[in-house]
């Protein structure tokens, strides 16, 4: 555990703390024969050699590790455009993780059993959280459109599907401190929200629109709070 942490921490300065914006748009813009995409990775070799101590015995794990990242690179680099960069960057940085994790497996092979994962608080947690952020986004959605007051034309400035992963954050969070005994943090996560909506439905002036939206954000703390209680009693 203590070298896989070693090559993810050189991993995470080396791709977030040490690589400046610019280099990342001049790596876009010049693909292979960008100066940055080898400078960056002359940064990892520094980094992993620095936190392993220059440590010879390694030294495949760290060709493993470079050699990788600059394809993964160059392979984003060219298969990157506006549609798929957001995802490919989560499947860039898993495939990174997954190249840290087998360099530790060649020097410290460890147990990769899933059946310790699959316990039943684990997949009670993990049904709890995928009913807390999908279900109930459609179960609220099935309720409230019977009403579904017009759209005005604030609405046109608003974030795609921003409020659809608010909801989500929202009630994950709510799950969380129900889940911990914090109950004073759902109290403050509803305080915030109300201030945040206060601007948008005093502009807004329209009474079905408050009731559409208070309807909608009850239901959504009702639902991850009933969660979050069901989940810790039947743990506890």
């Not at 936190?51 to 993964?72: K, M, R, S, Y």
């Not at 109300?194 to 005093?202: A, T, Y």
């Amino acid at each position: 555990m203590i070298l896989f942490l070693k090559f993810l921490i050189a991993h995470l300065i080396g791709d977030f703390v040490l690589q400046p914006e610019s280099w990342v748009q001049h790596k876009e813009k010049n693909k292979i024969k960008s100066s940055k995409l080898y400078l960056h990775i002359a940064i990892h070799a520094i980094l992993l050699l620095v936190i392993l101590q220059f440590n010879t015995a390694f030294i495949g794990g760290v060709f493993l590790i470079l050699i990788t990242h600059f394809l993964f690179d160059v392979g984003k680099i060219y298969l990157q455009n506006e549609k798929n960069k957001r995802w490919l960057f989560f499947v860039d940085q898993a495939l990174h993780v997954f190249i840290l994790a087998l360099a530790t497996y060649i020097y410290k092979p460890f147990s990769t059993d899933l059946s310790e994962f699959f316990t039943e608080k684990n997949l009670l947690l993990l049904a709890s959280i995928v009913f807390v952020t999908y279900v109930s986004s459609v179960i609220i959605k099935i309720i409230i459109t019977q009403w579904n007051p017009e759209a005005n034309e604030d609405n046109d400035e608003s974030l795609a599907k921003a409020g659809r992963y608010i909801g989500i954050l929202e009630r994950l969070f709510v799950f969380i401190f129900v889940m911990a005994n914090h109950w004073e943090g759902v109290g403050f996560l509803l305080a915030a929200k109300s201030v945040f909506r206060f601007g948008d439905l005093s502009s807004a002036k329209d009474r079905k629109l408050t009731e559409y939206i208070l309807i909608g954000t009850l239901l959504s703390f009702a639902l991850a709070i009933f969660t979050g209680m069901l989940y810790s009693h039947l743990v506890n």
